[in-house]
């Protein structure tokens, strides 16, 4: 079976990995769903890369579903023995693709790199397999991350302190209770920041 560059968008091409022994000096393809205007963007920055290095990119987007559509593309390419040099995955399916011996190794690019010393340990767990580098994390996030917008947060906090109006019941001034309201949510808006961090 030919083997295919497993990463999370192209950035183990645009480090110069060898595929198949050989630096993929003709060209690379890359299967991807970054398809809408920011992802086309940024997925520009690597092929723009790619090509100051000599490495021609050839495009293969497949839009829609999260990936679920191009997953169903790269089984079929596989299955031909047609895989492309390089693909867009997500997390178990990376690991999935490593037990049928379907990717390539990246040891030499993560060793030159460092990989091992600036990767976190929560994101090598997907990256690696029987201890060897089969993806290059890029592009990495979770549907369990919060994006703040400071400005955003600033009003949130003035009208949550606003809208509260505590009833003079004993548990201290009202004022005081108003105010915690919004330290409240920055506290718990900056507690995620700092989560998501580690």
Do not use: C
């Not at 031909?80 to 030499?108: H, R, S």
Request: proline letters at 3%; hydrophobic letters at 45%.
């Amino acid at each position: 079976m030919r083997k295919f560059l497993m990463t999370t968008a192209a950035m183990a091409l645009a480090l110069g990995v060898t595929h198949g022994g050989a630096r993929a000096a003709e060209g690379v393809e890359v299967l991807h769903w970054w398809t809408s205007g920011g992802e086309a963007a940024a997925l520009d920055v690597l092929k723009k890369d790619l090509e100051g290095k000599g490495i021609a990119w050839t495009d293969m987007p497949v839009a829609g579903g999260g990936g679920t559509e191009a997953m169903t593309v790269l089984r079929a390419r596989v299955t031909a023995g047609n895989a492309p040099t390089a693909v867009q995955m997500l997390g178990f399916d990376i690991l999935d693709w490593a037990k049928e011996g379907a990717l390539g190794n990246l040891d030499d690019i993560a060793a030159k790199e460092g990989w091992d010393k600036v990767i976190p340990t929560a994101l090598q767990q997907f990256s690696k397999y029987d201890g060897h580098w089969i993806a290059a994390p890029v592009n990495v996030h979770s549907t369990n991350w919060v994006w703040i917008n400071k400005a955003a947060l600033d009003k949130a906090v003035a009208l949550a302190e606003a809208i509260t109006s505590p009833a003079a019941d004993g548990r201290g001034p009202a004022e005081y209770r108003t105010k915690m309201a919004g330290v409240m949510l920055r506290r718990a808006a900056e507690r995620a920041k700092s989560r998501a961090k580690n």
